[in-house]
Every structure is written in structure tokens, then in C-alpha cells.
């Protein structure tokens, strides 16, 4: 068992060493982008009217007189210390304001992507199950129409509906106006931090605004998951071992989900972590029609105004998220599949 | 002969979306004995036994009489069904790579077998899995349990297929090529396990395969198919009587070992056969 143990740690060292290689190609690629953007990091801070004399200094206090490797080799350092500068839109630095949005995204992309896979993954094997009859069609139109719809279109008439019509769920932002300010900032993760203060009129006020715009983003990827999952599905019902399951005496239902569904996992791992990931990169739109303050809004704006320290931030963070998603992928592909192990 | 187990009469199969019928007026019974189905890729042996099994519920069948034992195959629910396959008949199919089930312990697949059917705690159905292992001659049962079916070769592959298959002790068994994956030289090996198994039991066995030579050593009598029909039926020793000029082509088709080394005999088709059936 020695050379199997020698075998898991070479490649827990590989998968390290190709994180390390693509971390550090990441970084090189959000300090070039710093680099070539047409805009003046040195005119964005000292605004148009500045003196020769300002310009200049605040252009070697940023280090832009020295040669590039050695401007890199800041940017590395800087980034190791966790100083990522400071936002000249919000004057803050840029590692709080990420504290304050990411959270609301995070909130926002999860409950979507539950949604969105909750939703899709049964959708997409029930089509499979009775490919070409009507439940089929019905769900290949309903996962279309997920598809196709624009989702600033799809937030503004459901905000008709179920908020100004109905009134079955808060409208726009985090939270009613009313409680804002009054949970403690613990995790910025809302619906954690009124239920941990144990602020229950406030978690379920969260609850009512997140609801909606949740399951408006998770419909969209629902209609993508819902594609993929009847796919899978369709290449694991014409293989022999779901003849076996058959044969054996077991119902159609217990050789989906008992046979067919285990071989489609690993499958189904992969693009609802990329689902999640293109989530988690911020809907800017739906944001914006739910004015939601959150990761996706913040990017847009300062990349409108070339806030150059917030936006190669936020392309980091973005990089890391799906550097992150791939090693979970990978740790359940590790769970789900034997033959990987 | 005593009761049949299985009787089928004029039973037809028609794959939705083909303009001609897979299987056409296939009639035969089956007592406690070995019934081999021989023909050619595409002869309809295998739609015969998935058609048995009921697991073609897309497919267009029709027949005057499928029974089984007691139970009228033609008319039989699905829920009926359910208690029938793997309990009374199963099948026994041709590839073990393919025909498991990747992601599961290969033993947890053999009692799952069980397990559909009796009502039992998991230990005793891995304790049956693995006396049934232990019955169709794999070393060490107990760690083969445990193993998945990449780590297996194909006949141990394919022997734990016929103890999953064998161990609820079904009446009717059907071997659809159940060896013609493996290597030449596992293959009699597993078809003795099998033989052996399914006489000392008394199930009957369909045996579905396109070689002459195993079905003559192996089965009491053979169904000659061609194109969906069968073509002749006859006892496996008197299979060099054969009359039917297809079964006498497909006969003189066959290679021999020492003999001259010329070209094989193509088969002549005759259009005539799709509507003749000789007996003997």
C-alpha cells in the first residue's frame, strides 16, 4: 500500500504545483491588463486640472518610473500582503469593498445555483426518461425558454408581478430599507448574520429579497444544466449495465437513480461548478434591475471609470473562484468516480 | 419432455421507426433442458431474448401464446414483470466491461441481485453474494467483493455476472453471447461454471451465440435463425444433419484446424428462405 500512498502524494504535489503555475499566470495576466488599459492610473487619481508637479509625483509614488519586471515584483509583493491598493471611486481600499459586495454575490449565486441545479438536473432526467414524448417537449420549451429570454427583461416584468402586483416578495435591494444598519457586520453573508444575531424579521425580509432574483438567475442556468443533465442521461440509459439493472428485476425509476444517475455525477459536477463559477463572476444585469449591491455592479462600474486597482482585483478574485471550483470538481470527481481514485 | 418452462408461438418483433420486423413467427418450447439460438449478426437471436425478458417496451410485439411457467408474458404488467426478471428468469449478457455497472462495487451489484427480491438484512445478502461467488470458482471471494469492475478481468468479470444472474435461483436463464468477449482461453472455462450451475440447478437455458461449435457441445438442441425467423430446429448431435441449406452453408463456412488452407465457402442467399422453415 506504500506505492499507493506515494502515488496520492504525487499527485496532490502536481495538482499543487499546476495551482502555484496557474496563480502566478493569473497574476501576470492582471498586471498586464493593469499595464495596457488606455486609461492614466496617475490622471485618474490627481483628476485633469493637476500641476505638472503633482502629476509627476504621485507617477513615482506609484513606481511607473521604474522598469516594468520591477513594477511586477511590487504588484507580486502587494498581493502576497493582501494590499491591493485603494479604489479611487470609493477612496477605500479595494480589499474592503471586495469584503462588502463578494458576500452579496455569494449569497445570491449560491441560492441561484441551488435553485438552478435543484430544479434542472430533475427536469433534465425526466426528459431523458421520456425522450421524444411530451414531458420531453414540454421541458425542452420551459428550459428554452430559461435560455433565450433576457434576464434584465425577465427581472423587470417579474418585479411587476410578484413585487408591485402581488407583493409576495420584497422588491429591490438586500433587505428593507427599514432594517438596514441593524444586524452586526459579521460574515456580510446577510441571511448568516440576522440569523446568528437571531434577527428573525430581518432574515426573513433577506429572505423575501433574495428569493426572486435567485430564482430568476437559477432558472437561467437551470435551462443549461437542464440541457446537459438529459444529455448525460441519454448516453447512460442505451448502455448495457442499465440492461443488467433491468434484468436483475429492478424498476425503471431504481435504475436511474440508482444505477444510471451515480455514472452521470461526475458529469454533472462539472458544469454546475461552471454554472456556479459564471454565476459567482456577478450578474451585472440582474444587479442592476434588483440593485443588488454586489460583485458584479462593482466590477462594471470601476472598469467603466478605469479604476485600474479595484478592476485587476476583481479579475483575480474571479481567476481564483474558478481555480477554486476546479480543485472541488476534482475532489468529487475523486468521491464519485472509483476509476479515478 | 416434461412440462415446458417457456412456450413461445409465432412471436413477431418490430423496432419502432423499422419498416421490417427484427423476429418473425419464431415459435418454440423449452423444457428443462439446453436450447441454443444460433445465426448470423442481425438474425434477431438477441431481440428474442430481450423480447422474453420484456425489455423492449418501445417495440411493436405481437405473439398467439408467451408463457412462462405460469406467467403469460404477453399480458403480464410491468409491476408483474418486476417480480418475474432477475427472480424467476435472467439473462446473462455478453460483456462484462460494459454490461456492470462501473461506479459499484462488484459485489454490492451481485447482492443488489438478492436484495430486489427477498426481503434481507445487507449482511446476509453480502454473505449469499459472496457463497455465490465463491460457487462460480473465484478465488477469495471476499476481496473480489470489495473490488470494482475495472479491477477485474473478463472472465471474472463475466463470472461474476452468472452468480448475480444464478443467485435467486431463477427457473429460466438466457445467455445472450455469454462468451464471446472474453478470451479463447477463459471462455470454456466459464461456460463449464455456467454449464455445471445450470444442470446441477435444472434451470433451463436459452443459450443465444453464433458459434456452431459451442451451442453443438454446450445445448440439446438448436434454433437455426435467419433474418428474424427460424430457419431449422434441431438436436445439437444431429446438427451435421442439418438439411436447411443455410445451416449447411454456415457449417461448411466454418475453418478447421490442419485443413487446407483455401478459401472459406461464401453463403449462397437464397430469397426463398425468408418464407420456408423446414423441421427435422
Same mark, same amino acid.
Given at each position: 500500500m506504500?506505492f499507493?500512498?506515494?502515488r496520492?502524494?504525487?499527485t496532490?504535489a502536481?495538482?499543487?504545483?499546476?495551482?502555484?503555475?496557474?496563480l502566478?499566470?493569473?497574476?501576470i495576466?492582471?498586471?498586464v491588463?493593469?499595464?495596457?488599459m488606455?486609461?492614466?492610473?496617475v490622471r485618474a487619481?490627481?483628476?485633469?486640472d493637476a500641476?505638472r508637479?503633482?502629476?509627476e +509625483?504621485?507617477?513615482r509614488q506609484?513606481g511607473? *518610473?521604474?522598469p516594468?519586471?520591477?513594477?511586477?515584483?511590487m504588484?507580486l509583493?502587494d498581493?502576497v500582503?493582501?494590499?491591493?491598493?485603494t479604489?479611487i471611486?470609493t477612496?477605500?481600499?479595494v480589499?474592503?469593498?471586495?469584503i =462588502?459586495?463578494?458576500p452579496?454575490t455569494?449569497?445570491?449565486?449560491?441560492?441561484?445555483i441551488?435553485?438552478?441545479?435543484?430544479v434542472?438536473?430533475?427536469?433534465g432526467?425526466?426528459a431523458?426518461?421520456?425522450?421524444?414524448r411530451?414531458?420531453? =417537449?414540454v421541458?425542452?420549451v420551459?428550459?428554452?425558454?430559461?435560455?433565450?429570454m /433576457?434576464?434584465?427583461?425577465?427581472?423587470?416584468?417579474?418585479?411587476?408581478?410578484?413585487?408591485?402586483?402581488?407583493?409576495?416578495v420584497g422588491g429591490?435591494?438586500r433587505?428593507?430599507q427599514?432594517?438596514?444598519?441593524?444586524?452586526p457586520?459579521r460574515? +456580510?453573508f446577510?441571511l448568516?448574520?440576522s440569523?446568528?444575531a437571531?434577527e428573525w424579521d430581518?432574515?426573513?425580509?433577506?429572505?423575501?429579497?433574495?428569493?426572486? /432574483?435567485?430564482?430568476?438567475l437559477g432558472?437561467?442556468?437551470s435551462?443549461?444544466?437542464t440541457?446537459?443533465t438529459r444529455s448525460?442521461?441519454l448516453?447512460?440509459? +442505451?448502455?448495457?449495465?442499465?440492461?443488467?439493472?433491468r434484468?436483475k428485476?429492478?424498476?425503471?425509476?431504481?435504475?436511474?437513480?440508482?444505477h444510471a444517475?451515480?455514472n452521470i455525477r461526475?458529469q454533472?459536477?462539472?458544469?454546475?461548478?461552471l454554472a456556479y463559477g459564471?454565476l459567482?463572476?456577478g450578474?451585472?444585469?440582474?444587479?442592476?434591475?434588483?440593485?443588488? /449591491?454586489g460583485?458584479g455592479?462593482?466590477?462594471?462600474? +470601476?472598469l467603466?471609470i478605469g479604476?485600474m486597482n479595484?478592476?485587476?482585483?476583481?479579475?483575480?478574485i474571479?481567476g481564483?473562484i474558478?481555480i477554486a471550483?476546479n480543485?472541488?470538481?476534482?475532489?468529487?470527481y475523486r468521491?464519485? *468516480?472509483?476509476?479515478?481514485? | 419432455?416434461?412440462?415446458?418452462?417457456l412456450e413461445?408461438?409465432?412471436l413477431?418483433l418490430r423496432?419502432p421507426?423499422?419498416s421490417?420486423?427484427?423476429v418473425?413467427d419464431v415459435?418454440?418450447t423449452?423444457g428443462r433442458?439446453r436450447l441454443?439460438?444460433?445465426g448470423?449478426s442481425?438474425s434477431g437471436k438477441?431481440?428474442v431474448?430481450?423480447?422474453l425478458m420484456?425489455l423492449?417496451p @418501445?417495440?411493436?410485439l405481437?405473439a398467439?401464446?408467451?408463457?412462462?411457467?405460469?406467467?403469460?408474458?404477453?399480458?403480464?404488467?410491468e409491476r408483474q414483470?418486476?417480480?418475474v426478471?432477475?427472480a424467476?428468469?435472467?439473462m446473462?449478457l @455478453?460483456?462484462p466491461?460494459?454490461s456492470?455497472?462501473?461506479?459499484?462495487r462488484?459485489?454490492?451489484?451481485?447482492?443488489?441481485?438478492?436484495?430486489?427480491h427477498?426481503?434481507c438484512?445487507?449482511a446476509?445478502?453480502?454473505a449469499?453474494a459472496i457463497?455465490?461467488l465463491d460457487?462460480?470458482?473465484i478465488?477469495d471471494?471476499?476481496?473480489?467483493?470489495?473490488?470494482?469492475p475495472h479491477?477485474?478481468?473478463?472472465?471474472?468479470g463475466q463470472?461474476?455476472?452468472i452468480?448475480m444472474m444464478?443467485?435467486?435461483d431463477?427457473q429460466?436463464?438466457?445467455?445472450d453471447e455469454p462468451t464471446?468477449a472474453?478470451d479463447?482461453?477463459?471462455r470454456l472455462?466459464v461456460?463449464?461454471?455456467?454449464?455445471?450451475l445450470v444442470r446441477e440447478r435444472g434451470?433451463?437455458l436459452?443459450?443465444?451465440s453464433?458459434d456452431?461449435n459451442?451451442?453443438r457441445?454446450?445445448?440439446?438442441?438448436?434454433?437455426?435463425?435467419?433474418?428474424?425467423?427460424?430457419?431449422e430446429t434441431? @438436436?445439437?448431435?444431429?446438427?451435421?444433419?442439418?438439411?436447411?441449406?443455410?445451416?449447411?452453408g454456415?457449417?461448411?463456412?466454418q475453418p478447421?484446424i490442419?485443413?487446407?488452407?483455401?478459401?472459406?465457402?461464401?453463403l449462397?442467399r437464397?430469397?426463398a428462405?425468408l418464407?420456408s422453415?423446414t423441421h427435422?
Amino acid at each position: 500500500m506504500t506505492f499507493d500512498r506515494r502515488r496520492q502524494l504525487t499527485t496532490i504535489a502536481g495538482q499543487c504545483g499546476s495551482i502555484f503555475v496557474t496563480l502566478f499566470g493569473l497574476l501576470i495576466l492582471t498586471f498586464v491588463i493593469g499595464r495596457i488599459m488606455p486609461t492614466d492610473p496617475v490622471r485618474a487619481i490627481v483628476g485633469e486640472d493637476a500641476t505638472r508637479e503633482v502629476y509627476e +509625483n504621485v507617477y513615482r509614488q506609484l513606481g511607473l *518610473d521604474r522598469p516594468v519586471w520591477e513594477q511586477f515584483f511590487m504588484y507580486l509583493r502587494d498581493v502576497v500582503t493582501l494590499d491591493f491598493g485603494t479604489s479611487i471611486r470609493t477612496g477605500q481600499p479595494v480589499l474592503q469593498d471586495i469584503i =462588502h459586495v463578494l458576500p452579496a454575490t455569494i449569497e445570491l449565486a449560491t441560492f441561484a445555483i441551488i435553485v438552478g441545479a435543484g430544479v434542472g438536473i430533475p427536469l433534465g432526467v425526466l426528459a431523458a426518461v421520456h425522450k421524444d414524448r411530451w414531458q420531453d =417537449h414540454v421541458i425542452r420549451v420551459f428550459s428554452l425558454m430559461g435560455h433565450s429570454m /433576457p434576464i434584465f427583461w425577465t427581472g423587470m416584468i417579474a418585479l411587476l408581478v410578484f413585487y408591485a402586483g402581488l407583493g409576495w416578495v420584497g422588491g429591490s435591494g438586500r433587505m428593507s430599507q427599514f432594517y438596514i444598519g441593524l444586524v452586526p457586520e459579521r460574515t +456580510n453573508f446577510l441571511l448568516i448574520d440576522s440569523a446568528l444575531a437571531g434577527e428573525w424579521d430581518v432574515f426573513f425580509s433577506a429572505l423575501n429579497h433574495i428569493i426572486l /432574483p435567485a430564482s430568476l438567475l437559477g432558472y437561467s442556468s437551470s435551462a443549461y444544466i437542464t440541457r446537459m443533465t438529459r444529455s448525460f442521461m441519454l448516453d447512460q440509459i +442505451n448502455q448495457e449495465y442499465i440492461t443488467t439493472a433491468r434484468v436483475k428485476g429492478l424498476s425503471q425509476r431504481q435504475t436511474i437513480w440508482r444505477h444510471a444517475f451515480g455514472n452521470i455525477r461526475v458529469q454533472l459536477v462539472t458544469i454546475v461548478a461552471l454554472a456556479y463559477g459564471a454565476l459567482l463572476e456577478g450578474a451585472v444585469l440582474i444587479e442592476t434591475v434588483f440593485a443588488w /449591491p454586489g460583485f458584479g455592479q462593482y466590477l462594471t462600474s +470601476n472598469l467603466l471609470i478605469g479604476d485600474m486597482n479595484a478592476v485587476m482585483t476583481c479579475v483575480l478574485i474571479v481567476g481564483v473562484i474558478f481555480i477554486a471550483l476546479n480543485i472541488l470538481s476534482d475532489l468529487l470527481y475523486r468521491i464519485f *468516480d472509483p476509476r479515478t481514485r | 419432455m416434461q412440462t415446458p418452462i417457456l412456450e413461445v408461438s409465432n412471436l413477431s418483433l418490430r423496432y419502432p421507426g423499422a419498416s421490417e420486423p427484427a423476429v418473425r413467427d419464431v415459435s418454440f418450447t423449452l423444457g428443462r433442458e439446453r436450447l441454443g439460438i444460433v445465426g448470423e449478426s442481425g438474425s434477431g437471436k438477441s431481440t428474442v431474448g430481450r423480447a422474453l425478458m420484456r425489455l423492449l417496451p @418501445q417495440a411493436d410485439l405481437s405473439a398467439d401464446v408467451m408463457r412462462f411457467e405460469d406467467v403469460d408474458l404477453l399480458r403480464a404488467s410491468e409491476r408483474q414483470m418486476l417480480k418475474v426478471r432477475g427472480a424467476r428468469m435472467s439473462m446473462i449478457l @455478453q460483456d462484462p466491461k460494459f454490461s456492470l455497472n462501473p461506479i459499484r462495487r462488484c459485489g454490492d451489484q451481485v447482492a443488489e441481485a438478492y436484495r430486489t427480491h427477498v426481503r434481507c438484512t445487507k449482511a446476509e445478502a453480502r454473505a449469499k453474494a459472496i457463497a455465490m461467488l465463491d460457487a462460480v470458482q473465484i478465488r477469495d471471494p471476499e476481496r473480489v467483493f470489495e473490488f470494482y469492475p475495472h479491477e477485474v478481468s473478463g472472465g471474472m468479470g463475466q463470472r461474476i455476472m452468472i452468480a448475480m444472474m444464478l443467485l435467486t435461483d431463477p427457473q429460466l436463464v438466457i445467455a445472450d453471447e455469454p462468451t464471446s468477449a472474453l478470451d479463447v482461453t477463459v471462455r470454456l472455462q466459464v461456460l463449464k461454471i455456467l454449464d455445471d450451475l445450470v444442470r446441477e440447478r435444472g434451470i433451463g437455458l436459452v443459450m443465444i451465440s453464433h458459434d456452431l461449435n459451442l451451442v453443438r457441445n454446450f445445448c440439446d438442441r438448436v434454433l437455426i435463425m435467419y433474418a428474424g425467423r427460424v430457419v431449422e430446429t434441431l @438436436q445439437a448431435d444431429a446438427l451435421d444433419q442439418a438439411r436447411h441449406p443455410y445451416t449447411r452453408g454456415l457449417l461448411a463456412a466454418q475453418p478447421r484446424i490442419g485443413g487446407d488452407r483455401t478459401a472459406l465457402p461464401v453463403l449462397d442467399r437464397d430469397p426463398a428462405w425468408l418464407t420456408s422453415e423446414t423441421h427435422s
